[in-house]
Every structure is written in C-alpha cells, then in structure tokens.
C-alpha cells in the first residue's frame, strides 16, 4: 500500500525537478530573441519584448512568500491596482548584475505613476550573497527568496513564464501577464514594457 502513494509522489517531484532543470539549463541566458509557439496568445517584437493584448491574458500565480529582509510579501494583495515589474534574477548571474541599475533606476522614475518593482531571486544557496546583491547595486525594492524555483513553477504552461535567468515580466494593472522579455534588461526595453501598460484605461 505505502508503494502505491510513494510512486505518484516520487513522480510529481521528478517532474518538479525536470521544470527547475529546463530553466537551469537557459540561466543566465542573455539571448533577447524568445521565439512563441504556433497559436499562442502572444507576440514577440524585434527586440525580444512578447506582449498579450488585454483581452487574452492570464492572470498571475499566487506569488507570495518571505523577501531577502525576511518580511512577507504578497504580490496580489499588497500591490492590487498596481502595474508590478517581476525581475527574476540570481546573486551568480553577470547580466542580472549588469541590469540591476538599470531596474533600479525605471524603478524610481515609475514609482509615481503606480508601478511597483519585485524581484524574484532564484538559485541562491542562500540570503547573504543575494542581499550582499542588493546593496551593492543600491537595490531598494524587494526580493521575494525563491531558491528552488517554486514561485517560477506556478506560472500557468503557455503563459509568458519564466525561461531563462534573468528574465523580467510585467503585470498589468488587473494582475495578469502582459509582457515578458527575457535576458538583460536595459532602460528603453524597461520603458517598452511598462508605458503602454501605464497608458491602459
């Protein structure tokens, strides 16, 4: 009896494991190029950016959990109404390092307009080097701590999901996914991203 309930369980945590190896495998990619499947919902520019008309995005997983500082945060909840930057990013990574200013700086220009920047920091062993991150690039918003890739996981499949670190997507104002670029960012792309979303009625 005990084998029937272990062999479900032990394949659900292979699978698991095999999602977090997928995106593993495109870390730290700073490809800008994201290619979209054949009838998806979305399209991608030139310049890497997929958006989704408003009328057929999903909304957002439940993303919520202990930031880097140890408070807890509920994207959905504690930023309702709110456009929300989702930066996924890791401590390791040389094109999360190279965009962190960029992100921090769209961060504060957009803050008056209702725009709130998280991170979503994956694959630190632990807190220390992600922190020692953040205030090395003058990071000021918060990190939800996400070593295992758990939160990344929870995006619906065929949605614009996570694929590679870093990778930043963008809620609209209603919680659903509007756009996603993946690779370094830069402050034009930022602006690409959140303006026509700013401009939403």
Request: hydrophobic share 40%.
């Given at each position: 009896?005990?084998l ?15 999602a977090?190896?997928a995106?593993?495998l495109?870390a730290c ?19 890497g950016i ?7 995005r999903?909304a957002?997983?439940?993303l ?19 456009i ?7 401590s390791?990574?040389?094109p999360c390092?190279?965009e962190?200013?960029n992100?921090q700086r769209?961060s504060?220009?957009?803050?008056s307009?209702?725009?709130?920047f998280?991170?979503?920091n994956t694959?630190d ?15 000021e918003y918060?990190?939800?701590y996400?070593?295992?890739g758990?939160?990344l996981l929870?995006?619906?499949?065929g949605?614009?999901n996570?694929q590679?670190?870093?990778t ?6 209603n919680?659903?996914i ?5 690779g370094?960012?830069?402050v ?5 991203m959140?303006?026509p979303?700013i401009?939403?009625?």
């Amino acid at each position: 009896m005990a084998l029937t309930y272990a062999l479900p369980r032990r394949a659900a945590l292979l699978g698991a494991a095999a999602a977090v190896g997928a995106l593993t495998l495109t870390a730290c990619s700073s490809a800008t190029n994201v290619s979209s499947s054949s009838g998806s919902r979305y399209v991608t520019s030139t310049s890497g950016i997929a958006t989704v008309a408003l009328s057929k995005r999903e909304a957002a997983p439940d993303l919520s959990g202990e930031t880097l500082d140890g408070a807890k945060l509920d994207v959905a909840s504690d930023y309702k109404g709110k456009i929300v930057v989702l930066n996924v990013w890791g401590s390791w990574c040389p094109p999360c390092r190279a965009e962190a200013p960029n992100m921090q700086r769209v961060s504060e220009e957009l803050k008056s307009k209702g725009v709130e920047f998280v991170g979503i920091n994956t694959r630190d062993a632990s807190k220390s080097p992600a922190r020692a991150f953040e205030k090395d690039f003058g990071v000021e918003y918060p990190s939800l701590y996400d070593p295992a890739g758990k939160l990344l996981l929870r995006f619906p499949k065929g949605s614009l999901n996570p694929q590679s670190v870093p990778t930043t997507i963008v809620l609209d104002k209603n919680g659903k996914i509007a756009a996603r670029k993946a690779g370094g960012m830069d402050v034009e792309n930022l602006h690409k991203m959140i303006d026509p979303l700013i401009a939403e009625k």
